[in-house]
């Protein structure tokens, strides 16, 4: 069987409304984007329209809704949105936005869902990036949740909801995240709230945009709108939501889902555990040591690379370090409590960045890249004697020898450092 192809869209569409929890107004603008560039919002509404793209690592919140960040930059309630794409298989696609939050419309994913039908998705010349769980991966959140994730063809959740309410109760369904049966079983399934909630949750700042119009709301006697779109529509909403989240692992995802209780920060959770054990699976080098020390000009202690992972050419490098006891920095650094120096770990990410940069260049032996500047840089957690360091790295901007890289460093799956790199080629 051939690969899957990425897949954009054809046409800008638009969508408008406000914010569930914001209450604020805004206008969603979907329009096509090159392979390889994946799902970005983008907040034209800020100066400089700084983008956020939509991924694990931009994950801020998870209280009621999934938020993104990159800067100052924020996205709330992204799970709808990225429930319809994830089911729809656009791979690429900005998402311009006019607000802080996505607009809710009738608290569905179906607008969505529709928008992008009616924006006529395309196939694009390559191949989509699929992500099939190996062994069997569980993750436990908060008393009484759970996940489990198995191999499966394409995406399936089977989940079981359980509140006190009694227009909800213990619900469990099976449902598949492919296109048609997402359109049919679960794009329709609204969001819910409690009444007794509203107060508490508006001095806090939220649902200030909730109303019957966008969120089934539920009293002490039952259900406060005119009715149900489905007998369990609170549990195929909830599915929904899982689709959504595991959407910002950014890729196909062939996986059966079991889970108990879920909510925005376990599915989360779960994305993380799915997105790291794949990147332990693609681990086999397209670019070995013996090939890095013919394009970098750093040896022994500064070289800092030990293998390629992932290349995409012009665009993505994924880079891995292995941290031993070994490294000499350790004799000096934090005697008996050794940390990996965060200079270093910077210096790593550059190194993998250089890569992508080099095997770009005629005649590379003559060039060198030097570093300019670093900006955005945080270290997220300490990197110990043990540690494998993945460094995922895509080029953002390059124009007349000058390049402007984002570069992630991840250990065990979670975020370990961060930072916007502009570095210069020039002959040696």
């Not at 006529?120 to 191949?127: G, L, T």
């Not at 995406?155 to 227009?167: K, N, P, Y």
């Amino acid at each position: 069987m051939s690969a899957p192809r990425q897949r954009t869209i054809s046409k800008e569409i638009a969508l408008q409304g406000c914010g569930v929890h914001s209450g604020e107004a805004a206008t969603l603008t979907f329009r096509a984007a090159e392979p390889g560039t994946g799902i970005r919002f983008v907040r034209v509404d800020l100066d400089g329209s700084p983008e956020v793209p939509a991924r694990l690592d931009c994950v801020v919140d998870t209280e009621l809704g999934t938020t993104l960040a990159r800067g100052e930059a924020r996205v709330l309630t992204v799970e709808h949105v990225m429930a319809a794409i994830g089911a729809s298989g656009i791979d690429n696609v900005g998402l311009d936005l006019t607000g802080p939050e996505i607009p809710i419309r009738d608290g569905s994913f179906r607008d969505y869902f529709s928008a992008l039908s009616d924006a006529v998705p395309i196939e694009q010349d390559a191949e989509a990036r699929v992500v099939s769980v190996g062994e069997p991966l569980t993750v436990d959140g908060d008393p009484g949740q759970s996940y489990v994730a198995t191999k499966g063809a394409g995406l399936r959740v089977s989940a079981t909801i359980d509140f006190a309410h009694q227009a909800i109760g213990r619900r469990f369904g099976s449902f598949s995240a492919a296109a048609e049966a997402f359109g049919t079983d679960l794009a329709p399934a609204r969001t819910f709230g409690f009444k007794e909630d509203a107060e508490a949750l508006h001095a806090r700042g939220l649902a200030l945009g909730a109303s019957l119009e966008n969120t089934v709301v539920l009293d002490e006697d039952g259900v406060m709108n005119d009715g149900l779109r489905f007998e369990d529509e609170f549990l195929r909403h909830k599915v929904g939501d899982v689709i959504g989240d595991l959407a910002l692992i950014g890729a196909r995802i062939n996986a059966h889902v079991v889970t108990e209780r879920p909510s925005h920060r376990g599915n989360v959770a779960l994305a993380r555990a799915i997105a790291e054990q794949a990147r332990r699976s693609e681990r086999t080098p397209v670019i070995d040591i013996a090939k890095i020390m013919r394009y970098l000009p750093h040896r022994y202690p500064m070289l800092l690379v030990d293998r390629i992972t992932e290349y995409e050419a012009g665009k993505r490098i994924v880079g891995i370090k292995n941290v031993t006891i070994n490294e000499p920095f350790f004799q000096g650094h934090y005697p008996g409590h050794p940390v990996m120096p965060g200079v270093l770990v910077i210096e790593a990410m550059a190194q993998v960045g250089g890569l992508l940069l080099m095997d770009q260049i005629e005649n590379c032996e003559d060039k060198v890249v030097y570093f300019m500047s670093l900006d955005n840089v945080k270290w997220r957690r300490p990197i110990t004697p043990g540690d494998t360091i993945v460094f995922e790295l895509e080029l953002t901007k390059y124009r007349r020898q000058v390049c402007k890289m984002r570069g992630c460093a991840y250990v065990e799956g979670k975020l370990a450092a961060e930072a916007d790199l502009m570095a210069r080629i020039v002959d040696t």
